[in-house]
T-cell receptor, first 118, second 113 residues
Framework: GAVVSQHPSWVICKSGTSVKIECRSLDFQATTMFWYRQFPKQSLMLMATSNEGSKATYEQGVEKDKFLINHASLTLSTLTVTSAHPEDSSFYIC??????????????FGPGTRLTVT | RKEVEQDPGPFNVPEGATVAFNCTYSNSASQSFFWYRQDCRKEPKLLMSVYSSGNEDGRFTAQLNRASQYISLLIRDSKLSDSATYLCVVNIITSSGAQKLVFGQGTRLTINP
């Protein structure tokens, strides 16, 4: 099946610093990747939709200047959390849609990145 | 009203029991429906898609009622390995024509030996 990787799997950073998370589709091309955030005991919340070669589309309430998304190729999207604060501590998960999936809408999820801001 | 609502849980059932999860969605234009499984501190994994005709995969049966905007998942002969959080997921079409998945809050299931 389709594989999506994320790096790093976990990161601890100090308040005020920036953290970059990478999401890669390993064996398929993805024009669209999605970034989710999950707080403890809550469900996944879509943050933004990342389209290759164009600007990301952010969900309501998500600060685009704080969560920078770059989707420079069909296999890589990055999320940068700028000036991180403790309330940004969360589980960040990316997913990608396989171009060949046709009419079946299925996303493949990365293993997630656990961010802790101290 | 939340776009996707699930039983709050948690469910604690003995091994071998049958357990049912329910889910309702608010967007009548929703196109696709799924059940995902998420283990603790892991990413969600697709369990099965849900079709109007109902579908079965081994011990798992999913059903969709479009008129009632209701989705269900039935697990028969539950195993210890079924312990996880089950997420009801709906694919919706936004006003701009984009597709996105909306997740329910999940129902935690624990199977006891």
């Amino acid at each position: 099946g389709a594989v999506v990787s994320q790096h790093p799997s976990w990161v601890i950073c100090k308040s005020g610093t920036s953290v970059k998370i990478e999401c890669r589709s390993l064996d398929f091309q993805a024009t669209t990747m999605f970034w989710y955030r999950q707080f403890p005991k809550q469900s996944l919340m879509l943050m933004a939709t990342s389209n290759e070669g164009s600007k990301a589309t952010y969900e309501q309430g998500v600060e685009k200047d704080k969560f920078l998304i770059n989707h420079a190729s069909l296999t890589l999207s990055t999320l940068t959390v700028t000036s991180a604060h403790p309330e940004d501590s969360s589980f960040y998960i990316c997913s990608a849609r396989d171009l060949t999936s046709g009419g079946i809408y299925e996303q493949y999820f990365g293993p997630g990145t656990r961010l802790t801001v101290t | 009203r939340k776009e996707v609502e699930q039983d709050p849980g948690p469910f604690n059932v003995p091994e071998g029991a049958t357990v049912a999860f329910n889910c309702t969605y608010s967007n009548s234009a929703s196109q696709s429906f799924f059940w995902y499984r998420q283990d603790c501190r892991k990413e969600p994994k697709l369990l099965m898609s849900v079709y109007s005709s109902g579908n079965e995969d081994g011990r798992f049966t999913a059903q969709l009622n479009r008129a009632s905007q209701y989705i269900s998942l039935l697990i028969r002969d539950s195993k210890l390995s079924d312990s996880a959080t089950y997420l009801c997921v709906v694919n919706i079409i936004t006003s701009s024509g984009a597709q996105k998945l909306v997740f329910g809050q999940g129902t935690r299931l624990t199977i006891n030996p």
